[in-house]
Antibody
């Protein structure tokens, strides 16, 4: 079955860095589009970043552009999020999610499987 | 950016009754809308995509409807395991993908 397991979260000071990982299994990772989505404590869901199956197309939400970098290693079935210049407002549980293409409209994707998340706390 | 607005913020319903949750988009998203269920301490689970298609393994008591800017998630006969937070999400116009703020379904 599809499994996504995030790791790498923790407590970091403002301005610091963290690298999140997501280990994927149970599906063909190299064919899959992936995203990172976060949820601040007690808040709703916020999409953070997307990477195409090939890694050639990468997108970010505006608030993390220039600070976060998404990447993947299909040989290791892994997704990554390098987070630099962290701010208090980046405090959240970070989920990796597999994306699946809508069967009716090509080029549109939704999130069909999510990991359990890893908590990132930015505080001095 | 398309803004998704869910109502109500909290819905109190008795087990066995019907629950109706609403989601409105700030502009048309056609039928490119998904619903997710999230229980405390767990990852979100996909319930509905394409506004009305149930995801694999989702019970028939869950149904989605709507198109354009107005959408509804209906749970026909609430079971104890259905009390959770529900999010709608548009995938019509991205980036960014945007979610509603959630509706908490609680036991009355």
């Amino acid at each position: 079955q599809v499994q996504l397991v995030e790791s790498g979260g923790g407590l970091v000071k403002p301005g610091g860095s963290l690298r999140l990982s997501c280990a994927a299994s149970g599906f063909t990772f190299s064919d899959s589009y992936m995203s990172w989505i976060r949820q601040a404590p007690g808040k709703g869901l916020e999409w953070v970043s997307y990477i195409s199956h090939s890694g050639r197309t990468i997108l970010y939400t505006d608030s993390v552009k220039g600070r976060f970098t998404i990447s993947r290693d299909s040989a290791k079935n892994s997704l990554f999020l390098q987070m630099n210049s962290l701010r208090a407002e980046d405090t959240a549980t970070y989920y990796c999610a597999r994306m699946v293409e809508d069967t009716v409209v090509a080029g549109l994707f939704y999130f069909d499987y999510w990991g359990r998340g890893t908590l990132v706390t930015v505080s001095s | 950016e398309i803004v998704m607005t869910q109502s109500p913020a909290t819905l109190s319903v008795s087990p066995g009754e019907r629950a109706t949750l609403s989601c409105r988009a700030s502009q048309s998203v056609s039928s490119n809308l998904a619903w997710y269920q999230q229980k405390p301490g767990q990852a979100p689970r996909l319930l509905i995509y394409g506004a009305s298609t149930r995801a694999t393994g989702i019970p028939a008591r869950f149904s989605g409807s709507g198109s354009g800017t107005e959408f509804t998630l209906t749970i026909s006969s609430l079971q104890s395991e259905d009390f959770a937070v529900y999010y709608c999400q548009q995938y019509h116009n991205w980036p960014p993908y945007t979610f509603g703020q959630g509706t908490k379904l609680e036991i009355k």
